[in-house]
Every structure is written in structure tokens, then in C-alpha cells.
T-cell receptor, first 112, second 114 residues
Framework: NAGVMQNPRHLVRRRGQEARLRCSPMKGHSHVYWYRQLPEEGLKFMVYLQKENIIDESGMPKERFSAEFPKEGPSILRIQQVVRGDSAAYFC??????????FGAGTRLSVL | QQQVKQSPQSLIVQKGGIPIINCAYENTAFDYFPWYQQFPGKGPALLIAIRPDVSEKKEGRFTISFNKSAKQFSLHIMDSQPGDSATYFCAARRKETSGSRLTFGEGTQLTVNP
């Protein structure tokens, strides 16, 4: 049973480009969470999704950031027009019916 | 009121020592408190978790102590080993079954010297 899979592991973008981060939850998990970790800081909640629904997006910046979890395929965190302040590690977690959260290895985004 | 405060920021102990990491919270709606361990370049991994209806929980060398009245909880690592060197995060969640988000502490970087 594979764990939470995130790709890419590392992503480099220039200012103004778009970043797409993918997360495939563990088998049987229908709940996905995205967290952001800035250097030397803890993880900050961004968004919580179930299949085809956004349940809680209170941690998402109001502009440029969006997330989806379609019926088929991975969850996507999309950052439009990236800025240097978006450089961080983005972690996805999944859980079965809102239980214990299991984390992926993260995507490290660097904005040049 | 959603914050979880964690201390110390970093901790160095000798092999065999007992590092203690402390966390405090304000929101009394929190009722599930996990600890995560994170190695460099990896995602956080669940270590141990506790609910406020118990005062202590042990799993192997890891123990959580919980003080509900003080709204504090701590992680103790018995007989620490160099392989325990990692960053440790406490977290809190309002209800385990509701799928609510985790609120994390700022993390403690633990170094266990041989």
C-alpha cells in the first residue's frame, strides 16, 4: 500500500509563472489536506478537500492560489503568477474519513 | 486562539538522555493532540497521539504527558539515540472524526549526540 505520493519533489519557477503541485492520497483515503512550510517554521494549514468538494479553504491566500480534488486523478494545488514569497515546502496529507493524517514527502518550490 | 506554542526551538542531548518538548494551547475545543517527527527532506510522520481524557500515553520510548487544566502537553523520549535526531512538531485538532485541520507548533530541532 503506497503512501501519499507528491510530485514533483522539487519545482523551480520564475516569478510570474504557474506552479502545479500534485498529490495522490493513500489508497482508500478520500480526504486531502494541503499545508505549507516556510523555512525554519511549522506547517500552516491551507485547504481541506474531499472528492470534488472544498471543505475548508480558510488557510488559502485569497488570490493566485487554488486547489481541486477531482473525482478521478490526484489533488492539484495551483499557484498562479508565483512570487518569491511562495518559495516553501508544500505538503499534502490524506486521511480516511477525516481520521489520522498521513503526509507525503512534499514538494519544494523555489521561485527565482 | 488557534495557536499552539512549542518550546524549546532547539534541543541538544547526549545519547541516553531524556529530551522533553513542551506545548501549550488556548483553544479548549481541541481534543486530539498528535506529535509528528520530521527528518530533513521528508514529510512529517505521526509518532504518537493523545486525547485529553488520559494524562499519559506511552509507545515504546516515546511518552506524552497531558495536563488538561493547564492546557499543556509534552513529549518525552526515553533513552534517546542519535537516530532520534529530527524536528518534532506538536499539533492539535478539534475533533478527530470531523476531518478538521491540524494546527502545528513551531517545531523543535532535536540533536542527540553519540
Amino acid at each position: 500500500n503506497a503512501g501519499v505520493m507528491q510530485n514533483p519533489r522539487h519545482l523551480v519557477r520564475r516569478r510570474g509563472q504557474e506552479a502545479r503541485l500534485r498529490c495522490s492520497p493513500m489508497k482508500g483515503h478520500s480526504h486531502v489536506y494541503w499545508y505549507r512550510q516556510l523555512p525554519e517554521e511549522g506547517l500552516k494549514f491551507m485547504v481541506y478537500l474531499q472528492k470534488e468538494n472544498i471543505i475548508d479553504e480558510s488557510g488559502m491566500p485569497k488570490e493566485r492560489f487554488s486547489a481541486e480534488f477531482p473525482k478521478e486523478g490526484p489533488s492539484i494545488l495551483r499557484i498562479q503568477q508565483v512570487v518569491r514569497g511562495d518559495s516553501a515546502a508544500y505538503f499534502c496529507a490524506s486521511s480516511p474519513q477525516g481520521g489520522i493524517q498521513y503526509f507525503g514527502a512534499g514538494t519544494r518550490l523555489s521561485v527565482l | 486562539q488557534q495557536q499552539v506554542k512549542q518550546s524549546p526551538q532547539s534541543l541538544i542531548v547526549q545519547k541516553g538522555g531524556i529530551p522533553i518538548i513542551n506545548c501549550a494551547y488556548e483553544n479548549t475545543a481541541f481534543d486530539y493532540f498528535p506529535w509528528y517527527q520530521q527528518f530533513p527532506g521528508k514529510g512529517p510522520a505521526l509518532l504518537i497521539a493523545i486525547r485529553p481524557d488520559v494524562s499519559e500515553k506511552k509507545e515504546g520510548r516515546f511518552t506524552i504527558s497531558f495536563n488538561k487544566s493547564a492546557k499543556q502537553f509534552s513529549l518525552h523520549i526515553m533513552d534517546s539515540q542519535p537516530g532520534d535526531s529530527a524536528t518534532y512538531f506538536c499539533a492539535a485538532r478539534r475533533k478527530e472524526t470531523s476531518g478538521s485541520r491540524l494546527t502545528f507548533g513551531e517545531g523543535t530541532q532535536l540533536t542527540v549526540n553519540p
